[in-house]
T-cell receptor
Framework: AQSVTQLGSHVSVSEGALVLLRCNYSSSVPPYLFWYVQYPNQGLQLLLKYTSAATLVKGINGFEAEFKKSETSFHLTKPSAHMSDAAEYFCAVTPASGGSYIPTFGRGTSLIVHP | DTGVSQNPRHKITKRGQNVTFRCDPISEHNRLYWYRQTLGQGPEFLTYFQNEAQLEKSRLLSDRFSAERPKGSFSTLEIQRTEQGDSAMYLC?????????????FGSGTQLSVL
């Protein structure tokens, strides 16, 4: 079964610092990969997705992620953190083949931004 | 596009009672998903519908849980004989297409507390 691992349940950065949230997937065939963000008291919303068209994917709010097959990773980055980026971030994966279309989510990483 | 709507936002019930949640997906979205999320965890898949057909259910899902999507529009999730372990946020999501790389549109969830 497909799965994703998010290293670090909490990441703390200062405003203006680089944001790096880690995601690794377990699959011999590269799946479709997604990053979602959940702000307090809101539903999850898509930040960006990887669909094999390009390894570097740009998303909303200045976030981007790079797909690295050799490392089975899809880490999320942002050059300069803003206070409004404080939220829960989830990596998700959908199999590229097979019977299931169900997205599987990681445990999430809480991003804390200090002034 | 009014978004995915879930009702109620909060539900408090006593152990052993039955509860029902409703989800109204975005109009014309074919797929509808139910997930469950507990504190510190990512969304856990429960079941999904393609139009009115329930195509997949989690093998971990208790027989006390049942879901319907009559006429392929709104969906209901019922939990019978609730247990304290059922306390969680229940999330509904919908998507418009049948592809594997489609993003999910999430509602704000229904928070269930079983006393």
């Amino acid at each position: 079964a497909q799965s994703v691992t998010q290293l670090g349940s909490h990441v703390s950065v200062s405003e203006g610092a680089l944001v790096l949230l880690r995601c690794n997937y377990s699959s011999s065939v590269p799946p479709y990969l997604f990053w979602y963000v959940q702000y307090p008291n809101q539903g999850l919303q898509l930040l960006l997705k990887y669909t094999s068209a390009a390894t570097l994917v740009k998303g909303i709010n200045g976030f981007e992620a790079e797909f690295k097959k050799s490392e089975t990773s899809f880490h999320l980055t942002k050059p300069s953190a803003h206070m409004s980026d404080a939220a829960e971030y989830f990596c998700a994966v959908t199999p590229a083949s097979g019977g299931s279309y169900i997205p599987t989510f990681g445990r999430g990483t809480s991003l804390i931004v200090h002034p | 596009d009014t978004g995915v709507s879930q009702n109620p936002r909060h539900k408090i019930t006593k152990r052993g009672q039955n509860v029902t949640f409703r989800c109204d997906p975005i109009s014309e979205h074919n797929r509808l998903y139910w997930y469950r999320q507990t504190l510190g965890q990512g969304p856990e898949f429960l079941t999904y519908f393609q139009n009115e057909a329930q195509l997949e259910k989690s093998r971990l899902l208790s027989d006390r849980f049942s879901a319907e999507r009559p006429k392929g529009s709104f969906s209901t999730l019922e939990i019978q004989r609730t247990e304290q372990g059922d306390s969680a946020m229940y999330l509904c999501a919908s998507s418009p297409q049948q592809g594997r790389n489609e993003k999910l549109f999430f509602g704000s969830g229904t928070q269930l507390s079983v006393l």
